[in-house]
T-cell receptor, first 115, second 110 residues
Framework: GAGVSQSPSNKVTEKGKDVELRCDPI?????LYWYRQSLGQGLEFLIYFQGNSAPDKSGLPSDRFSAERTGGSVSTLTIQRTQQEDSAVYLC?????????????FGPGTRLLVL | GENVEQHPSTLSVQEGDSAVIKCTYS??????FPWYKQELGKGPQLIID?????GEKKDQRIAVTLNKTAKHFSLHITETQPEDSAVYFCAASSNGKSTFGDGTTLTVKP
């Protein structure tokens, strides 16, 4: 079947605007993860969903960031009042059950540029 | 929380040589250690992984070793090819959460 998909692939926005990023996980995968990757940097964990609930939101950098997941499938990451430092690649991944020893399958990412 | 350090940050080798990337982790509860390859403009893709009950795993030209006592694990690529050029990330995982290293940019010169 299809892998993890993300939309849009690229997003340019003005400082202060809100943006929504979407992730479609692999069908049947219970766990979903959001990461942020700044230019030339590693992956920064943002939030993890098990089904529709988020047992770990510890990585969200500020209250401008929020995420939800509905129907145990699609997830949206919302950034309110975007700032230039929010510019990065936002990666989504999914895994079958969300246990520790599981492979995460990544989408291609959304490249966000805040002007 | 978990802290993962990855070295080197950049690595350049001649085609056919071997490449080794090393990672250390801090949380003894981590029990799963995947390695990902990320090509330009794409998301990371799993290339090999190892679980804490295994010391070594090999898949063709790629091998990973794990030393739980010392809390370090390494990626070994033999007979490197230009298409191996990419950014490689290690990760340490427990309880559904993965902490990634900062990545190693591998360049294989033809």
């Amino acid at each position: 079947g299809a892998g993890v998909s993300q939309s849009p692939s690229n997003k340019v926005t003005e400082k202060g605007k809100d943006v929504e990023l979407r992730c479609d996980p692999i069908s049947g995968h219970t766990a979903l993860y959001w990461y942020r990757q700044s230019l030339g940097q590693g992956l920064e964990f943002l939030i993890y969903f098990q089904g529709n609930s988020a047992p770990d939101k510890s990585g969200l950098p500020s209250d401008r960031f929020s995420a939800e997941r509905t129907g145990g499938s699609v997830s949206t990451l919302t950034i309110q009042r975007t700032q230039q430092e929010d510019s990065a690649v936002y990666l989504c991944a999914s895994s079958l059950e969300g246990r520790g020893s599981e492979t995460q399958y990544f989408g291609p990412g959304t490249r966000l540029l805040v002007l | 929380g978990e802290n993962v350090e990855q070295h080197p940050s950049t690595l350049s080798v001649q085609e056919g040589d071997s490449a080794v990337i090393k990672c250390t982790y801090s949380d003894s509860a981590s029990n799963y250690f995947p390695w990902y390859k990320q090509e330009l403009g794409k998301g990371p893709q799993l290339i090999i992984d190892i679980r804490s009950n295994v010391g070594e795993k090999k898949d063709q030209r790629i091998a990973v070793t794990l030393n739980k006592t010392a809390k370090h694990f390494s990626l070994h690529i033999t007979e490197t090819q230009p298409e191996d050029s990419a950014v490689y990330f290690c990760a340490a995982s427990s309880n559904g959460k993965s902490t990634f290293g900062d990545g190693t940019t591998l360049t294989v010169k033809p």
